[in-house]
C-alpha cells in the first residue's frame, strides 16, 4: 500500500460525531485520526473581507474561516509527515473503506491524479478521465462547474504545497478555492460513483453562504468571468477528446 494517513476534521467538542465516525471507521484497514478542526485563522492566513465580497458577494461567515483554516492546516501537517499522499475526510460522513484502500494502494501522483475528490456536493458538467480505475464500474470523472464540498477527498505533496502557496489570502470559502482548476492548474477530478455519503446532521458551518443576496457589482463581474474561465476550458477539453477520438476511428492513436 502507498504511503498514507488519513485526517479527519472534527470539532473537539463534536462527542457524539466522532463517536458516529468511531464506529464506522472501526476496522477500516487504514491509519487515520481526528483533526481538531479550527474556529479561527492560522497562522500565515489573511483574511481579506472586501475582496471575499467583491469575489462572494458577502463577507466569510466564521464557520467558512474556521473551515478554510482547517483544511489549509491539515496540508501543513501532512507536507510535515513526509507521507506521499493523504485522505481528508469531514467527520460527517460514512465511508467506503474498501473502497478507498484499492485507492490509495495506488500513487496516485504516479498515475498523474493530483486531487482526487471521493463526493462533491454538485452536478455539472462532467467527462470521464479514467475508466474501470483500481476496479470495474469505478471511474474517475473530471469535473468542470462548481462542484462544492470538501467532504472526502485525496490529495498528493505537489497539490497540497500548491494550494498552500495559492491560497494564503483568503477570499473565498475554500471549497470555492479548490475547484477554481482553471485559476490554480490542478485537475478537478472526483470518484463515480462515490466512495462516501454525508450523512443528514446540521452543517456546523451553517446554511448561510447559499442565501441569494444581492451581489455588489464587483462580485457579479467576478463571477462572469469564472463562468468564462470554466466554459472555455470545457470546451477546450471536449474539443482535444473529439479529436482524439476521430483520430483513432481513422486508425491514428
Request: aromatic residues 12%; charged residues 25%.
Amino acid at each position: 500500500m502507498a504511503d498514507i494517513t488519513v485526517y479527519v476534521i472534527s470539532m473537539n467538542s463534536s462527542i457524539e460525531r466522532r463517536r458516529r465516525f468511531s464506529h464506522h471507521a472501526e476496522g477500516c484497514g487504514l491509519n487515520w485520526h481526528f483533526f481538531d478542526a479550527h474556529t479561527q485563522l492560522a497562522e500565515g492566513l489573511v483574511y481579506l473581507e472586501q475582496r471575499a465580497i467583491d469575489n462572494h458577494g458577502r463577507p466569510l461567515t466564521a464557520g467558512e474561516l474556521g473551515c478554510y483554516s482547517s483544511h489549509y492546516s491539515v496540508w501543513k501537517q501532512f507536507l510535515e509527515s513526509g507521507c506521499e499522499q493523504c485522505v481528508v475526510l469531514e467527520d460527517d460522513v460514512i465511508v467506503d473503506w474498501a473502497g478507498v484502500r484499492l485507492l490509495v494502494n495506488n500513487n496516485l501522483a504516479d498515475r498523474g491524479i493530483e486531487y482526487l475528490r471521493l463526493y462533491h456536493k454538485r452536478p455539472g458538467r462532467m467527462q470521464t478521465y479514467a475508466a474501470d480505475f483500481s476496479r470495474r464500474s469505478l471511474h474517475i470523472v473530471q469535473l468542470f462547474d462548481k462542484a462544492y464540498g470538501t467532504q472526502g477527498y485525496i490529495i498528493t505533496r505537489s497539490s497540497a504545497a500548491r494550494f498552500l502557496a495559492s491560497f494564503k489570502d483568503v477570499v473565498r470559502p475554500i471549497d470555492d478555492q479548490m475547484d477554481r482548476y482553471f485559476a490554480h492548474g490542478i485537475r478537478n477530478l472526483s470518484m463515480y460513483p462515490f466512495l462516501l455519503v454525508e450523512e443528514s446532521v446540521s452543517s456546523e458551518i451553517g446554511a448561510s453562504r447559499f442565501e441569494k443576496d444581492k451581489a455588489p457589482s464587483k462580485s457579479m463581474r467576478q463571477a462572469r468571468l469564472d463562468r468564462r474561465s470554466r466554459n472555455y476550458a470545457y470546451l477546450r477539453s471536449v474539443g482535444h477528446l473529439f479529436v482524439q477520438k476521430a483520430l483513432r476511428r481513422i486508425g491514428f492513436s
